[in-house]
């Protein structure tokens, strides 16, 4: 702990409160206070949440053992062209093409991610193109992945950056095919569906940052999220009928603090000590909370034989490095090489659970057809991008009065264009294969 006192006087009880529970916490304080803030979709209070410092109790692994392989097996066959690449691993490479789509011709890209729009002055974060080691990973190509989904409902499922991977997706596609928005829930973007009438294909797009029922923290409510580990969130799962793929995404709203459930017992807590409930990491949780769903997904569909593809795309490393709120916490302009950085510690560890609950899930899968399902694994290409991120460009131009004393700064989400686009281009490349 850092020898001086991190709160002023401006500070609320809430926030003191998080100051002593954050002394249990994994997350250094930074973290937790910026992920309050990006996560939870709640108007910043810059004032409440300053002189943070970084009191990092977290520690990263420095070991990193292989996980199980991520290739697909067919029931019958392994694919070759599968044997022989992995868009895991690899590397950034200069490449002047540039993305397919800018913001000027993208109308679904969120505010916050409109990096270019709201004032971002480096543009060679858009440079890059992900060359995996055994192979090259084609250009996006809209009218090869509209024909793979004709007449087909394809749900993102989970928390923002299903969302930002979605919006990228639409920009890609928006290229050669104008989507109308069919379906809004109210004001809010958590729940919204599109239809391209050229080749009859939905996206919907559906908030449930655990996958499992539940209640978000929020500012007006507990500070704290409620998990029913045991039950999936009918409110994506009601829907399953009408769906053919579901891209899942999880992840960072896990590691704030929460109360588990369980068979409606108490499993234990993550940073709610005044509970008196047994203080456990998010672990176990997050495998709970992954298997509950994929086990829904089969029952309710594979096993009354219907046919579903579902993908989960593994973490995508957040980069805050330095005081969140200052200007420079994530103001990288280049990616790092692939020797700089390897996946580990929280990040690698929430990759693995990802991996092998998929895999444990093929395996209960295996005696259904109609089922294909495989990791988006995204979490080595993502821990390159340090660029990537909006940074201070979440908002406009937050330097236009010279550098502020405090800047919120967005080191989660990823610019649009960007290199979540890149997701979008292997995601295309598995659905090929599976073709
Ligand atoms: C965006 O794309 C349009 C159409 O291709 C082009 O006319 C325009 O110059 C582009 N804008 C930027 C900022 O690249
Ligand atoms: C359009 O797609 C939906 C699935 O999203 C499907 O149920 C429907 O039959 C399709 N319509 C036609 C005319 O093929
Ligand atoms: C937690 O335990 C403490 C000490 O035993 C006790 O004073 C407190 O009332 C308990 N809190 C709850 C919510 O049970």
Known sequence: MGSTNPFNDNLSSFNKKFFHLTLYSLLPISLLCIYLILLSLTPFAP??????????????????????????????????????????????VSDMRGPLYNVTTCGTIKESERCITNGRPDLGYLYWRWKPSECNLPRFEPNTFLNLIKNKHIAFVGDSLARNQLESLLCMLSTTSTPNL???????????????????ATFSLYWSPFLVHGVERSNEGNYYNTMFLDLVNERWAKD?????????????????????????????????????????????????????????????????????DVIVKTFSPAHFEGDWDKAGTCSKTKPYRKEEKIVGGMDGEIRRIEIEEVESAKTKANKFEGIRIEVLDVTKLALLRPDGHPGPYMNPFPFANGVPKYVQNDCVHWCLPGPIDTWNEIFVEMMKRWE
Not at 68 to 91: I, Q, R
Not at 257 to 286: A, K, M, R, W
Not at 290 to 300: A, K, Y
């Open 47 to 92: 004032t409440k949440l300053l002189h943070s410092t970084t009191i990092s109790t977290y520690h990263y692994s420095s070991t990193y053992s292989s996980p199980p392989s991520t290739s697909f097996v067919g029931k019958n066959k392994v694919y070759d062209h599968e044997k022989s690449c992995d868009y895991s691993n690899g590397d950034w």
């Open 182 to 200: 069919v379906y809004q829930d109210g004001k809010s973007n958590k729940f919204r569906k599109w239809h391209f009438p050229s080749h009859n």
């Open 240 to 308: 399953i009928d009408q769906m053919d793929m579901i891209v899942v995404s999880t992840g960072h709203w896990f590691l704030l603090p929460s109360i588990y459930y369980e068979s409606d017992l108490v499993l234990g807590s993550l940073n709610c000590p005044e509970f008196n409930h047994t203080q456990i990491d998010f672990y176990v949780p997050l495998r709970k909370a992954l298997r509950t769903t994929l086990n829904s997904i089969i029952e309710r569909k594979v096993a009354k034989g219907n046919r579903i």
